[in-house]
């Protein structure tokens, strides 16, 4: 039977970087995708970068043009009560964030794969995982191109995200799931027109959460959050544009430019962890272990963080064959993990419209106030926002 060293199972970012940096480190590995590259591609998903996972794209040899058209933001905008805070990210903790769509990301990753000569199945229909558990064979099976394949290896990396079949694979006794999902949900807009400043603006308003972001300084994306049971179609473009007026500060909402929206789409907001991340010889990494509510902009990044751990374990292996990174992969992605949801989570209930009862308003006002007002206050969610220290 054919063999490789890791089955990457998902060409999304985790996986494509996780194949990435193992080849960089002479680590062999085939990644199996569902979708093809232009449908995986085409998926508008978020944009801002922490600086250690620019240092990790960089590591992985793109960042050629994630530095050159990336934009550097040093710090962004809470707005409440019709004014402004702004958080000095640079100033308070000494990082900056990059403005990079993810779409962008996945393009360089699958270049770089693909000219390196990578093996990528795309449309790998039917992923099945067998004998990870313990100190078996793991291998893969798939239906490509009509055809069942298999191939077995030393290692499986789950990176096929929160309804992947990886997570899924493993018994029910051996994992532990934790989950909240949110009673309102984001509607996102992407349209070709300048954005309304040149940093991020979120916004809490009575109406409830708006979010001011970009992809470049001429494509705006735009969230405003929107009840559950909301559909793309009760939402025509007039109506998003007067409703992110409505919860914007005058000065911005007066100099707003709108236009015809080239995405549109609802996405619900949950909190999910997978206790443990590691199930013999089958990891799990990025979505496929955990889903954070977009508003720290965490996503991304975490999953980067758990390649980062991830890569490092394995190179480790095969150079020393020692597994003590690998022992340690769980505890050490699950301690960051934690603490990025706990930063969501808060910054979640800050900032959007949890009902209508008058106290949760006036006690999310009082927070924010106090944030304005205390440098430790607004540091504690700079440091937070622009990605906590690695323990190494
Ligand atoms: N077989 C093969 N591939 C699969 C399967 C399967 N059974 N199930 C899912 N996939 C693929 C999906 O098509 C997707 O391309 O796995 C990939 C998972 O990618 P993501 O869901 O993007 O997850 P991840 O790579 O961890 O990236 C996390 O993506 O969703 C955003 O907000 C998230 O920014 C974060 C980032
Ligand atoms: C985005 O640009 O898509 C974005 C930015 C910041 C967030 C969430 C999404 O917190």
């Not at 994992?175 to 984001?186: A, D």
């Not at 009082?366 to 190494?392: H, K």
């Amino acid at each position: 039977m054919a063999r490789t060293q890791v089955v990457v199972v998902g060409g999304g970012p985790s996986g494509l970087l996780l194949s990435q940096l193992l080849h960089k480190h002479g680590i062999e590995s085939v990644v199996l995708e569902r979708h093809s590259r232009e449908y995986v591609e085409a998926r508008i998903r978020a944009g801002l970068l922490e600086w250690s996972t620019v240092a990790l794209l960089e590591e992985a040899g793109v960042g050629t043009r994630l530095l050159h058209e990336g934009l550097v933001h040093d710090g962004f905008e809470l707005a409440f009560d019709g004014r402004t805070h702004r958080i000095d990210l640079k100033g308070l903790a000494g990082h900056s964030m990059l403005v990079y769509g993810q779409t962008e990301i996945q393009r360089d990753l699958a270049d770089a794969r693909i000219a390196a000569g990578a093996d990528i199945v795309w449309e790998a229909k039917d992923v099945r995982l067998h004998g990870f558990l313990g100190d078996g064979h793991p291998r893969v099976s798939w239906v490509g191109a009509g055809q069942p394949q298999e191939l077995e290896c030393d290692f499986i990396a789950g990176c096929d995200g929160y309804h992947g079949v990886s997570r899924a694979s493993v018994p029910a006794a051996h994992i532990t799931q934790h989950e909240r999902v949110y009673p309102f949900g984001w509607l996102g807009i992407l349209a070709d027109v300048p954005p309304v400043s040149e940093e991020l603006i979120y916004a809490n308003h009575p109406r409830g959460f708006a979010l001011c972001s970009m992809r470049s300084m001429s494509r705006s994306r735009y969230y405003v959050q929107c009840a559950l049971e909301d559909k793309v179609e009760d939402w025509p473009d007039e109506r998003f544009w007067e409703e992110l007026r409505a919860r914007l500060p005058a000065h911005y909402a007066a100099r707003l430019s709108t236009g015809p929206s080239i995405e549109k789409g609802i996405a619900p907001l949950r909190s999910f962890v997978a206790e443990p991340m590691r199930f013999g010889r089958l990891f799990l990494v990025g979505d496929a272990a955990h889903i954070v509510p977009p508003t720290g902009a965490k996503g991304l990044n975490l999953a980067a963080a758990d390649v980062r751990v991830l890569h490092r374990a394995l190179d480790e292996y095969y150079r020393s064959g020692s597994e003590t990174l690998l022992h340690a992969y769980s505890t050490r992605a699950l301690a960051r993990v934690w603490k990025a949801t706990r930063f969501s989570w808060w910054f979640t209930m800050l900032m959007h419209k949890l009902s209508e009862e008058a106290l949760a308003y006036q006690l999310q006002l009082a927070e924010l106030e106090y944030l304005a007002q205390s440098r430790p206050a607004s540091q504690v969610v700079a440091e937070n926002y622009v990605g906590l220290e690695f323990a190494a």
